[in-house]
């Protein structure tokens, strides 16, 4: 089938997602991976330059909106403070006061900014960028501190795109993000149909391995509706812990061939949508 933007994205988050640990990356070889991921989705290239004109002009405007928000906040900013200092300086309370409710009100604007810059998209899970800047060193992208990691991937999930539409397909991926979150830890959107769970320090891996079998069977009870049939979603997963200084690429490798034992266990279980 012909690709379309969302597909695009997808398929680039599951490219970048590859190509991660690799020392040395051209652009033939990512274009390689980019192929091969798109022939193994059933997916063509043929309005590739039209699409990528599309993304660029969106990202664009993204950024121009961000800029000028930003702009437009550091001036509210420098004129509370001019007249912050020439309130104090003649004691007038009154527009103190007022510099006071309008400080509040930008501290709100700047908090929902970032919050924005923080948040995947469609789930709403928090994205790459939240990860790098709250729990990553640069440039070595290692651990700031000590933690259980958790690699979350759908099972089936081409099956549920092939059988029922990539618009179902969004929704169960929005089901889930909402499902992780109950647990209370953040959730990353890692890839397509990836996720990544960061417990704190003072959850052991077996605590968190618990957790998320518990969560998986909860998920496993319930029905989701597409048109006229119902079916059922669940995923694999595989946890390390980390410490202060690791790589988030050797964590997140090591998380990863855990999850290959249990994707390859539930799936002796659970045998399809």
């Known amino acids: 089938m012909n690709i379309d933007e ?39 290239l043929e309005d590739e330059e039209k699409l990528s004109e599309n993304v660029v002009r969106q990202e664009c405007s993204k950024l121009t909106t961000l800029q000028e928000n930003t702009y437009a906040n550091a001036n509210k900013l420098s004129e509370s403070t001019d007249q912050a200092i020439s309130a104090i300086q003649n004691k007038d309370e009154v527009t103190l006061q007022s510099i006071l409710t309008e400080t509040q009100k930008l501290r709100s604007e ?5 919050e924005s810059l923080y948040k995947d998209e469609l789930t709403n899970a928090l994205n790459r960028k939240w990860l790098h ?3 990553l060193l640069d440039p070595e992208n290692s651990f700031k501190s000590n933690g ?3 690699i979350i991937d759908l099972n089936y999930f081409k099956e549920v795109n092939d059988t029922h539409g990539h ?30 769970v960061l417990f704190k320090e003072s959850t052991t891996q077996s605590q968190a391995n618990a957790i998320l079998i518990k969560l ?9 509706k597409a048109h006229n049939t119902t079916f059922t979603v669940s995923f694999s997963f595989g946890t390390t812990a980390f410490k202060e200084g690791d ?27």
């Open 6 to 44: 969302k597909q695009l994205k997808m398929l680039s988050n599951e490219v970048k997602s590859s190509i991660e640990a690799l020392p040395i990356v051209t652009p033939t070889l990512y274009r390689s991976i980019f192929e091969e991921y798109a022939k193994k989705n059933h997916l063509e």
């Open 110 to 114: 700047l908090e929902s900014l970032r």
């Open 133 to 135: 800047d709250k729990f």
């Open 148 to 150: 259980t990691l958790a």
């Open 167 to 196: 618009i179902i397909g969004d929704k169960v991926l929005i089901f889930i993000t909402n499902e992780l979150k109950k647990i209370g830890f953040p959730i990353i959107r890692y890839g397509g149909d990836e996720f990544l």
């Open 216 to 224: 998986r069977e909860t998920i496993l009870s319930k029905k989701l």
């Open 247 to 273: 790589l988030l690429t050797r964590v997140v490798d090591i998380a990863d061939k855990n999850m290959y034992h249990d994707k390859t266990e539930i799936k002796k279980r659970v045998t399809g949508i």
